[in-house]
């Protein structure tokens, strides 16, 4: 069974930072692509950041570029984002996800229907 589990959320004061991890298991993704996503409160599920396959390239949402930065370790099948100067706009459910289809590709892959796997969110409150 193929399952991705986010963990390392928590309440932090503005100004600080936290680090999410995404494992995988039940299939190898260090071919995939893959992403960060979080819903705000009330809203939908919106883009974060992405990497692809063997950390050639990786995207940012304008909101997070500077302070929030992706990377991989395919030795341990997991992906990571580290969060620094934290904002409570950045108050969140946050997921990866995983796009096992994308071959050689190395554009920006930012939409939902564009990955094939999820985990299933870890919670980010940053208190003013």
């Given amino acids: 069974q193929v399952q991705l589990v986010e963990s390392g959320g928590g309440l932090v004061q503005a100004g600080g930072s936290l ?4 494992a995988a298991s039940g299939r190898t993704f260090s071919s995939d692509y893959m992403g960060w996503f979080r819903q705000l409160p ?9 990497i692809t396959r063997n950390s050639v390239t990786t995207y940012y949402a304008e909101s997070v570029k500077g302070r929030f930065t992706v990377s991989r370790d395919n030795a341990k099948n997991t992906v990571y984002l580290q969060m620094n100067s934290l904002k409570p706009e950045d108050t969140a459910v946050y ?7 994308s071959g050689q ?6 939409n939902e229907y564009e990955y094939d796997y999820w985990g299933q ?6 208190s003013s």
């Fill in 105 to 110: 590709y190395y554009g920006l892959r930012k």
């Fill in 95 to 101: 997921y990866c996800a995983a796009d096992a289809d």
């Fill in 19 to 22: 680090r999410l991890s995404c």
């Fill in 42 to 50: 009330g809203k939908e599920r919106e883009f974060v950041a992405a």
């Fill in 121 to 126: 969110g870890t919670q980010v409150t940053v």
